[in-house]
């Protein structure tokens, strides 16, 4: 059974930063194209960043700039890294592995697998 399980969410004040972290168990991780997606309650899905086996990246316009996500396919992880956040930011955020290509936010991959999710808060 795959499992993407996320960690390093928590509550933080307006311009602080948090790191979250996914650890996956897919089979031949590296293929996979990756990302981050977050959720509020009552409203759709964003996905705010893609990234590709080789590491090609790209962003909302939401996050660019504030957000940087790397991955290490040694050791089947990807990190997020949130600097600066908003209020707005405050979400679920789950980390996802696409069953199809495709490095756009705009018209994302299918994510197939993804985590439980672990929750930003910001405050103002």
């Known amino acids: 059974q795959v499992q993407l399980v996320e960690s390093g969410g928590g509550s933080v004040q307006a311009g602080g930063s948090l790191r979250l972290s996914c650890v996956s168990s897919?089979?031949?991780?590296?293929?996979?194209?990756m990302g981050w997606f977050r959720q509020v309650p009552g409203k759709e899905r964003e996905d705010i960043v893609v990234i590709d086996r080789n590491g090609r990246t790209e962003y909302a316009d939401s996050v660019n700039g504030r957000f940087t996500i790397s991955r290490d396919n040694v050791k089947n992880t990807m990190v997020l890294q949130m600097d600066s956040l908003k209020p707005e930011d405050t979400a679920m955020y789950y980390c996802?592995?696409?069953?199809?290509?495709?490095?756009?936010?705009?018209?994302?991959?299918?994510?197939?697998?993804w985590g439980q999710g672990t929750q930003v808060t910001v405050s103002s």
């Open positions: 996802a592995a696409a069953v199809s290509e495709g490095c756009s936010v705009v018209a994302p991959p299918i994510w197939g697998y």
């Open positions: 897919l089979n031949k991780y590296r293929r996979y194209y």
